[in-house]
């Protein structure tokens, strides 16, 4: 039943490492998500997607880029990650009408370390 | 513009309590609004939504929330909580207007359950 299916749980990275997050869905959703998760800091957006190969600066963009090249998977990269990286990591993904009434479907998130 | 205000970051109830979370937003015309949950290390999960019609929605867990357009609130309740319960809880309004659909996300209410 499993619907956004990010890579990786847990990942532990070296600074200036290049890291890439996967996210996968089944659901054919036209949106796709990246979010970062921080105590006190709350969802903070980093990129979006509205269709393949299409992509979109959200609130946080410096230090990450994605990629989209097939509907199901979104990608994204940290081209070389450095210690204020580390966080949880969440993707979603997004019907267009009808189903923007179902909400975002969430990944379980990927708790990245960069030490 | 368009936002999301949760004025309650942690909450501290008894079990067998009684629960409200608070959820007031800026939009300009009727939102589909919904509410999340995290449990710790988690993704978010869709607790209710709302869209149209009846008010009052039930969701999954037995919670329900009450939309109510004169003061521009989205309250999720639950009559007796369960430690269960203790998360994160994120309430959110979209879709975002200007063209590409996303939601905006409160900063979260963190619940402690009491035994």
């Known amino acids: 039943d499993v619907k956004v299916t990010q890579s990786s749980r847990y990942l532990v990275k070296r600074t200036g490492e290049k890291v890439f997050l996967e996210c996968v869905q089944d659901?054919?959703?036209?949106?796709m998500f990246w979010y970062r998760q921080d105590p006190g800091l709350g969802l903070r957006l980093i990129y979006f997607?509205?269709?393949?190969?299409?992509?979109e600066k959200g609130d946080i963009p410096e230090g990450y880029s994605v990629s989209r090249e097939k509907k199901e998977r979104f990608s994204l990269i940290l081209e070389s990650a450095s210690t204020n990286q580390t966080s949880m990591y969440l993707c979603a993904s997004w019907g267009r009408a009808p189903r923007v009434k179902d909400g975002y479907t969430f990944g379980s998130g990927t708790r990245l370390t960069v030490v | 513009a368009q936002s999301v205000t949760q004025p309650d970051i942690h909450i501290t109830v008894s079990e067998g309590a009684s629960l409200e979370l608070r959820c007031n937003y800026s939009y300009g015309a009727t939102p589909y609004l919904f509410w999340y949950v995290q449990s710790p290390g988690q993704g978010l999960q869709l607790l209710l939504k709302y869209f149209s019609g009846d008010t009052l929605v039930q969701g999954i867990k037995g919670f329900e929330a009450e939309f109510k357009r004169s003061q521009s609130s989205f309250n999720l309740r639950k009559p007796s909580v369960h430690w269960s319960d203790a998360a994160e809880y994120f309430c959110?309004?979209?879709?975002?207007?200007?063209?590409?659909?996303?939601?905006?996300f409160g900063a979260g209410t963190r619940l402690a359950v009491h035994p």
């Open positions: 659901m054919d959703h036209e949106n």
């Open positions: 997607s509205y269709d393949v190969k299409m992509k």
């Open positions: 959110a309004v979209g879709p975002v207007s200007g063209g590409y659909n996303k939601l905006i």
